[in-house]
């Protein structure tokens, strides 16, 4: 089944515990992004990447980095988690035309206290 | 900058009744735009997608559309059900930069029985 997976789904931590959200996808997509969605902001792209090794910024990439070494996979890193983090975090694939619909993981709640 | 406003934020409406969500956007440079559902807390369901060179279209009883040079849509749902409650999200695809989907922050659906 095509598919975009995220793990942990949950995740309480604390401040400054270093952490990393996997993002994994099937269907061999050159596209890959990080959204968080916040209530009152709706949903905001962090880091996206056109293919491996191409990785840059989107809207609110502050406290965030991200790795692109396989083209399947797209972890999102906190390396010093802070409460403003806390927040809905979704992974998207596509093909890397931009005509082509973006794919959803199914989302990581994450708190940090 | 692309905005995406959705009105109205909020609609109630009771079982079996026809109605139109509105989605418009400020910047017709678009590859696509796709509508969404989420359930409270939960992922994003993709609805529908509309190429930009596309008036229209259709799953079941929502049907989509899309007038790109006045930028708007619009997301039809026939003969509402209580298990439609939830909040649609409409998104565009820029061309150019990031390729990112920018989002509306929604429209929450409250289907009475």
């Known amino acids: 089944e095509a598919q975009v997976t995220q793990n942990p789904r949950y995740l309480i931590t604390v401040t400054g515990k270093k952490l990393t959200v996997t993002c994994s996808q099937n269907?061999?997509?050159?596209?890959m992004s990080w959204y968080r969605q916040d209530p009152g902001l709706g949903l905001r792209q962090i880091y996206y990447s056109m293919n491996v090794e191409v990785t840059d910024k989107g809207d609110v990439p502050e406290g965030y980095k991200v790795s692109r070494k396989e083209k399947r996979n797209f972890p999102l890193i906190l390396e010093s988690p802070s409460p403003n983090q806390t927040s809905l975090y979704f992974c998207a694939s596509s093909p890397w035309q931009g005509m082509n619909k973006q794919f959803f993981g199914p989302g990581t709640r994450l708190t940090v206290l | 900058k692309q905005e995406v406003t959705q009105i109205p934020a909020a609609l109630s409406v009771p079982e079996g009744e026809n109605l139109v969500l509105n989605c418009s956007f400020t910047?017709?440079?678009?590859?696509?735009l796709q509508w969404f559902r989420q359930d409270p807390g939960k992922g994003l369901t993709s609805l529908l997608l509309?190429?930009?060179?596309?008036r229209e279209q259709t799953s079941g009883r929502l049907n989509a559309s899309l007038d790109k040079s006045s930028g708007r849509s619009t997301l039809y749902i026939a003969a509402s059900q209580p298990g439609d409650s939830a909040t649609y999200l409409c998104?565009?695809?820029?061309?150019?930069?990031?390729?990112?989907?920018?989002f509306g922050k929604g429209t929450k659906l409250t289907v009475n029985p």
């Open positions: 910047d017709s440079a678009i590859y696509n």
């Open positions: 269907m061999n997509h050159e596209y």
């Open positions: 509309i190429q930009s060179s596309q």
């Open positions: 998104a565009v695809r820029s061309q150019g930069g990031s390729e990112k989907l920018v």
